[in-house]
């Protein structure tokens, strides 16, 4: 049985493959880095950040917030063992501006 932590990377790769596939938008530099990091260091990465990322603004600009990593960590509990108090926060107050 896969482990939380693996699961949570295969959730990030399918934010890839669906914003690829439904939106028609690109993010090599997420891919990569899911990849190299996996899917929950990559996330931690992105909460982390003092800026907001290019896949956060072009899914903005599509309505497509719910493909995002904040929508992902912040809409779903399953997730937040994986994740601070502070970092779900974080990513909730993301979501909801």
């Known amino acids: ?3 939380l932590e693996d699961e949570f990377h295969k959730e ?3 934010i890839y493959d669906k914003t690829l ?3 028609g938008i690109r993010l090599p530099r997420f891919k ?6 996996g899917g929950v260091k990559a996330a931690k990465k992105l909460l982390h950040s003092n800026s907001v990322s290019t896949g956060f603004s072009k899914l ?3 309505g ?3 493909l ?3 929508s992902l960590v912040a809409n779903n509990e399953k997730w937040h063992p994986l994740f601070t108090e ?8 993301i979501f909801r501006q």
């Not at 990569?32 to 990091?37: I, L, P």
Request: net charge negative; proline share 0%; aromatic share 4%.
């Open 1 to 3: 049985m896969a482990s």
């Open 12 to 14: 990030m790769l399918a």
């Open 21 to 23: 596939h439904e939106v």
């Open 32 to 37: 990569q880095m899911v990849e190299r990091n």
């Open 60 to 62: 903005f600009e599509k």
């Open 64 to 66: 497509r917030l719910d």
């Open 68 to 70: 995002t990593v904040e």
């Open 86 to 93: 502070e970092e779900i926060k974080k990513a909730k107050a």
